[in-house]
């Protein structure tokens, strides 16, 4: 992982996943410094990533959550090349390999809906992941699970919505959280 990256998220623990236009806008006039990219599409996620750069922040965009872009190698290489991003999110482990490749950070995301999806992380892509994101964030004693057990940090994110969720899931073990909630990313 590239070291100022992991600075910003260590420094400001709240990371801004964004899910439309007015979250970029307000992302752009505060102070957060790591971005999470939730949206848009093949001809329109160049202009958000660079309109977020231009203000200073690390941007992240989810792989698979951009219109246009099938979860495919061409599409790793579409954001390495064709924007400015930092890295990548996916919940896909060939995905996340690929981009480490290129010299991407890397967000694996799982979402631990039960034993099995939290059990085999090891062969899941993490080993190509900079970071670990695990949804939904409110579960302290599964984030402390995983970030016992992971070889690479842990952002907890999902469902976070209050200054009590943001303590309880750093005091379980995650390095930072994410969420779409601007009145968390003013906490």
Same mark, same amino acid.
């Given at each position: 992982?590239?070291?100022?990256? @992991?600075?910003?998220?260590?420094?400001?623990?709240?990371?801004?996943? +964004?899910? #439309?236009?007015?979250?970029?806008? *307000?992302? %752009?006039?505060?102070?957060?410094?790591? *971005?999470?990219? $939730? @949206?848009?599409?093949?001809?329109? %996620?160049?202009?958000? +990533?660079?309109?977020?750069? #231009?203000?200073?922040? =690390? &941007?992240? *965009?989810?792989?698979?959550?951009?219109?246009? $872009?099938?979860?495919?190698?061409? !599409? &790793?290489?579409?954001?390495? @090349?064709?924007? !400015? !991003? #930092?890295?990548?999110?996916?919940?896909?482990? /060939?995905?996340?390999? @690929?981009?480490?490749? $290129?010299?991407?950070?890397?967000? =694996?995301?799982?979402?631990? %809906? #039960?034993?099995?999806? %939290?059990?085999?992380?090891?062969?899941?892509?993490? /080993?190509?992941?900079? $970071?670990? /994101? +695990?949804?939904?964030?409110?579960?302290?004693?599964?984030?402390?699970?995983?970030?016992?057990? !992971?070889?690479?940090? &842990?952002?907890?994110?999902?469902?976070?919505?209050?200054?009590?969720? +943001?303590?309880?899931?750093?005091?379980?073990?995650?390095?930072?959280?994410?969420?779409?909630?601007?009145? &968390?990313?003013?906490?």
């Amino acid at each position: 992982m590239k070291q100022q990256f @992991y600075d910003a998220i260590v420094d400001g623990p709240i990371i801004a996943a +964004v899910k #439309d236009e007015t979250g970029v806008e *307000v992302c %752009i006039q505060n102070d957060i410094r790591v *971005v999470f990219i $939730l @949206y848009g599409e093949l001809i329109t %996620i160049p202009d958000i +990533v660079q309109r977020l750069k #231009d203000a200073g922040k =690390f &941007v992240i *965009v989810h792989l698979d959550l951009i219109g246009g $872009l099938a979860v495919r190698e061409e !599409a &790793v290489r579409f954001i390495r @090349y064709g924007t !400015a !991003a #930092d890295g990548i999110i996916s919940t896909k482990p /060939e995905m996340i390999r @690929y981009a480490k490749e $290129l010299d991407l950070c890397t967000v =694996f995301r799982i979402f631990a %809906i #039960d034993s099995k999806a %939290i059990g085999g992380l090891e062969h899941h892509g993490m /080993e190509f992941a900079d $970071l670990i /994101e +695990v949804l939904p964030g409110i579960m302290p004693k599964i984030i402390k699970h995983i970030a016992g057990q !992971a070889a690479v940090p &842990v952002i907890a994110g999902g469902l976070i919505s209050e200054k009590e969720d +943001v303590m309880r899931a750093l005091d379980a073990g995650a390095i930072a959280i994410s969420t779409t909630n601007q009145a &968390v990313w003013k906490m």
